[in-house]
């Protein structure tokens, strides 16, 4: 469990150039992002590999450093049933003042 732990402390303590990326984007759109169009981004823009995108807004989220909510999604454009998908999204100071 000590590896864990270690591990653990590493992402934190690197966690602003590790996650730049992610920040950044999260910053950028200054509003809930669906976690497809987070995926998708960081896919198209950055070449990024799916399980990191996965493992890495979990982690962020379980650490509180980004909120974790969920956002409508229809499974077809003509569907009439929406079905919630976690979304992911970045409070900053100014968000935070209103």
């Given at each position: 469990m000590d590896a864990v732990k270690q591990a653990d402390r590493y992402?934190?303590?690197r966690k602003d150039r590790?996650?730049?990326l992610i920040f950044n984007y999260?910053?950028?759109e200054r509003d809930v992002r669906p976690f497809s169009d987070l995926m998708q981004h960081m896919k198209?823009?950055?070449r990024m590999e799916d399980?990191?995108?996965v493992h890495a807004t979990e982690w962020l989220a379980e650490k509180g450093i980004?909120?974790?909510a969920s956002?409508?999604?229809k499974l077809t454009p003509k569907s009439r049933v929406e079905l919630d998908e976690?979304?992911?999204f970045m409070l900053d100071e100014e968000m935070l003042r209103g």
């Open positions: 992402l934190y303590e590790l996650f730049k999260l910053q950028e198209q823009k950055h399980g990191l995108i980004i909120d974790k956002s409508p999604v976690v979304a992911y």
